[in-house]
């Protein structure tokens, strides 16, 4: 059996592959556009996300090493609102950061309004890949189920809400469960549906399903937790951003709440939690329970 970091690696490289054939480059009127979206795609992101969906709907259903393309489609759609919300959170009005995964941000190349642009384009860009002619391999039932589910991990009850909750609370002393809604939605939300649409067009049981979610929401936890200790301890050229800016910003973090030992522990709580979630499956989540370990130990 593979590694963990040869499983994210092959899987980078599909991802990256289908990325490429459904934003491709054009030589039109909106060339310039395009580029701001891809600039943003391919500028190096690990693709955790897609990579959720596609070893979730592996966890359930042998596909013998050929994801079906609307599994893919579907992972695709996933970065592509992932990538939207990075431009978006950097530009001035949020979080006003020049530097993302080592280079400048979106709004310093393209401008602030080509950087929004992109951001939206991004946003809807994915809602045209779900609802995609291949798609129709998928049931119409299943279908509905992971736009919705999608809906609504990126809108006012996931992403954006935790996103506005997020700008709305900087600069005040927040609550534990303050702080762990932000958390869950503007970071755990997606991140949560990327497992669940996995399990979805894996066929899934509702007990799967359910598991999947448990699993979903203990690593979107862990993953946020230790971007807030990343955020404290690594270094600008670690994590291709600028460090120490939430503190600068007094934002709610969990280094800030609890200090950076108690959040450490806090982190390898959920990811115990997110395995046990999985104490039902087979083989076939094992790469799974690997990506559990891998976000807690990576490093940028």
Known sequence: MMDISQYIDIKQKQVDSALERYLPEQKNSLA????????????????????LCLAAAESVKDFNDAIPEAVMLTACALECIHTYSLIHDDLPAMDDDY??????????????????????????????????????TVSAHDRLTVISLISKAAGPEGMAG?????LTNEGKEVE?????????????????????TGGVLGSSTPEQFQALTRYGIQIGLAFQIIDDLLNV??????????????????????????????????????????????DGFDDRAAMLRDLAQYIISRKR
């Open 32 to 51: 310039q556009h395009i580029k701001a979206m891809r600039y943003s795609l391919f500028a190096g992101g690990k693709r955790v996300r897609p990579i």
């Open 99 to 136: 530097l993302r995964r080592g280079k400048p941000t979106n709004h310093v190349v393209f401008g602030e309004a080509g950087a929004i642009l992109a951001g939206d384009s991004l946003l809807t860009h994915a809602f045209d890949l779900l609802s995609r002619d291949v798609m129709e």
């Open 162 to 166: 935790g996103q506005f909750l997020d």
């Open 176 to 196: 534990y469960d303050t702080l762990r809604e932000i958390h869950s939605r503007k970071t755990g939300a997606l991140i949560t549906v990327s497992v669940q």
């Open 233 to 278: 301890e690594g270094t600008e050229e670690q994590l291709g951003k600028a460090t120490g800016s939430d503190a600068a910003r007094n934002k709610a973090t969990y280094p800030a709440l609890f200090g950076v030992d108690k959040t450490r522990k806090k982190a390898e709580v959920a990811v115990q939690e997110a395995l046990a979630a999985l």
